[in-house]
C-alpha cells in the first residue's frame, strides 16, 4: 500500500516529506506519550506521524512563529489567500523588486506571512539567515509565481496544517534542543532531524562537532526511545560521526534525492540513515529489518500529496 504524505506550508532544503512512509514504519505501536522534535523545521514528519500530543521546537523563531500563528487562528487559509493574491498581483506588476520590498519588510517586522511570501518565492524554497538574522535568499526569478494553481496550492497545504493541528495537542516552542531533550519524559518518543555535519546550515541552525557530541550524550542518556536522521555516505564521502558515534545504537539506511538545493551538484543521491535506541520493527515492507552500521536497503517508492 502507498502512503499518502501531506506536504507542509513551509519549503526547505532536507524536508523529509519522501522519507515519512519508512520514519513512520518505525514508530512503536505502544506508542502513547508525547511526540517530541527538538528540530522541528517545516514539520513534514510530525504533521504526517499525526500523534495525539506533540512538543515541536526549534531555534529558528520565525518556524515556530509561522506555525504558532496557524494554532492560534491568526494564520487561516482565508488570510492567506487574500495576503498571496495581494502580494501575487504586486510581484507580477513589479517583479523581482517587489520581492526585495517584501524581504526588506520581514528582515524587519519578522511577519510570518511575509516568511510564507519569501519561502514560496525564493530561489529553490531554501531558508538561510545571516549572521545578523536577516534572510538573504535571492528571487527565484518568476513573477508570476503566485499564480492561481499555486496558490491554491499553498492555502490547501495551510489548511490541512490547520484542520490537523485544531485535533490533535501540538505546541510550539522556540528553545535549544538541549532545554527540549531535558523535557521529555520516558514515556516520549524524541524524533531529531538535527542539521546535517558538514553541509551548509543557516544562521539559527549552525552545526558542528560539538554540538553533534553533545546530541548523542544526550539521547544515548534519555530513558526513553528516540530516533534521529542523519545521512550515511553519498557517492564522494561516509558520516564518521555514524561510524564513530551513532553506530552504538541501532541504524538503519536508505537512499534518497534532494531535489532542493543551491547548487545543481548538491543534488545528488544521499544514503540516509535513521537511528534509533530500540528495535525498530518496521510494519510499510516485510523486508526491513533490523540493521547494523552498513546495512543498505533498496529504494522505496512513495507517493507525495501537495
Given amino acids: ?21 519508512w520514519i513512520q514504519s518505525i514508530v512503536p505501536s505502544d506508542f502513547d ?21 506533540a512538543i515541536l521546537c ?4 520565525h518556524l515556530v512563529n509561522f506555525y504558532s500563528g496557524v494554532a492560534s487562528g491568526e494564520i487561516t487559509p482565508e488570510v492567506v489567500k487574500e495576503f498571496l493574491d495581494r502580494e501575487g498581483k504586486i510581484l ?31 530561489f529553490n524554497g531554501m531558508i538561510r539567515f545571516n549572521r545578523k538574522g536577516g534572510f538573504n535568499i535571492p ?22 496544517v490547520s ?13 535549544d534542543f538541549n532545554k527540549t531533550i531535558e523535557e521529555a519524559t520516558p514515556t516520549d518518543i524524541i524524533y531529531c532531524d538535527p542539521p546535517y555535519i558538514g553541509r551548509h546550515v543557516d544562521y ?22 528516540f530516533i534521529l536522521s542523519t545521512w550515511h555516505h553519498n557517492d564522494y564521502r561516509e558520516n564518521e560521526y555514524v561510524k564513530n558515534l551513532w553506530s552504538e545504537h541501532s541504524v538503519l539506511t536508505r537512499e534518497h534525492f534532494y531535489h532542493v538545493g543551491g547548487k545543481e551538484e548538491n543534488r545528488n543521491p544521499v544514503m540516509e540513515a535513521l537511528v ?20 543498505l536497503e533498496p529504494a522505496a517508492k512513495y507517493c507525495t500529496v501537495a
Fill in 33 to 53: 506519550g508525547a511526540w517530541i522534535e527538538p528540530f522541528m523545521g517545516t514539520g513534514a514528519v510530525a504533521f504526517n506521524v499525526a500523534p495525539r500530543r
Fill in 163 to 175: 484542520k490537523l493541528i485544531k485535533m490533535k495537542e501540538f505546541t510550539f516552542k522556540c528553545q
Fill in 58 to 61: 526549534d531555534t529558528n523563531p
Fill in 92 to 122: 507580477l506588476s513589479k517583479g523581482e523588486d517587489h520581492y526585495y520590498l517584501v524581504r526588506d519588510r520581514f528582515n524587519s517586522e519578522h511577519s510570518p506571512l511575509d516568511f510564507l511570501f519569501l519561502n514560496r518565492a525564493g
Fill in 276 to 295: 534509533t535506541n530500540f528495535i525498530a520493527t518496521s510494519t510499510e515492507r516485510r523486508k526491513e529489518s533490523q540493521a547494523q552500521y552498513m546495512l
Fill in 204 to 225: 539559527y541552525n549552525g552545526w558542528d562537532d560539538s554540538h553533534e557530541r553533545k546530541l548523542f550524550n544526550k539521547l544515548s542518556d534519555f530513558k526513553g526511545r
Fill in 1 to 21: 500500500m502507498i502512503m499518502k504524505v501531506g506536504v507542509p506550508p513551509i519549503k526547505s532544503q532536507g524536508i523529509k516529506t519522501k522519507l515519512v512512509p
Fill in 139 to 160: 528571487f527565484c526569478r518568476k513573477p508570476q509565481r503566485f499564480a492561481q494553481s499555486y496558490t491554491t496550492k499553498i492555502i490547501n497545504q495551510v489548511s490541512w
